[in-house]
């Protein structure tokens, strides 16, 4: 198992690259990545789009941007604690709104998110993951001694975590490649920790961490705690030398590593500095 760390979500996806792209074509296994936190720096996200929208542009199948990858983990703009007296519950109205768009549109049935808050149960009945976890959560906050970790983000029901559904998804490739997360109450802060059966560094890696940080501070906002530490395995990595070529990614890298700290000190994600 190799291990990174790094104090924010941008260096940790560059120190993640950098390491695949030392590997036999681009891809390794058992990869851990850990940042401290919800930063990233605001100099690397535009980069890296701009990379990725060369890329679109170039090929037949989609490219999409760091923000359209973080959104379907947690689309930021429905929850507004600052304006919506319950934000919970105005996040999870957008999402029942936009799912009725989103199957007209693509006629897929499942996202990230729904699966997350709006999970088909053993009986049919919708399960609210997101709703569970806050409140057990907050109930435990209230007690003299919480529990730390009996925390999980699943699919076939909170307790059996695991987003490909035996007798269901049968699929080698595609949706979902996002497995589980843990969540632990330590320390006063909620740390999650995400797995991944495979991530595609280039298109998918940075939006996963921006995505993983959304949720973190949903999480952070909601129990009134501070957001600690993310990780997120993947069993298998990919740098996608196909999409990228081991010399661009080599470019950006060294690109996004001459812009650290230039635009403005790291701050947290979609927050200015």
Known sequence: MKAISAENLSVAWLDAVDHLLTTPKGKDVNLVVAFRGIDEDPAIRPLVDAFLGDRSARRSEAVYPIETVASTLFPESW??????????????????????VHKRVSGEEETYFGRLVSYPGPNGERVNQLEEQVTRLQGQLRTAAPKSSAYEIGVVEPADLRLQVPGRDRL??????????????????????????????????????????????????????????????????????????????????????????????????????
Do not use: W
Request: charged share 20%; aromatic share 8%; net charge neutral.
């Open 79 to 100: 929850y507004v604690p600052e304006r919506a007296a319950q934000p919970r519950d105005h996040l999870y109205r957008c999402f029942e709104l936009a799912q009725r």
């Open 172 to 273: 080698y490739m595609g949706f979902p490649c996002l497995s589980h997360i843990s969540l632990t109450l330590h320390g006063g802060a909620i740390h999650l920790a995400a797995l991944y059966r495979n991530q595609g560094f280039l298109r998918k890696g940075y939006g996963n961490y921006v995505g993983l940080a959304r949720l973190g501070r949903f999480f952070a906002t909601e129990l009134g705690v501070a957001v600690g530490e993310i990780a997120c395995v993947a069993s298998h990595a990919d740098a996608e030398l196909d999409v990228g070529t081991k010399a661009g990614l080599r470019q950006l890298v060294s690109d996004c590593r001459d812009a650290l700290g230039s635009a403005a000190p790291a701050c947290e994600v979609d927050r200015a500095a």
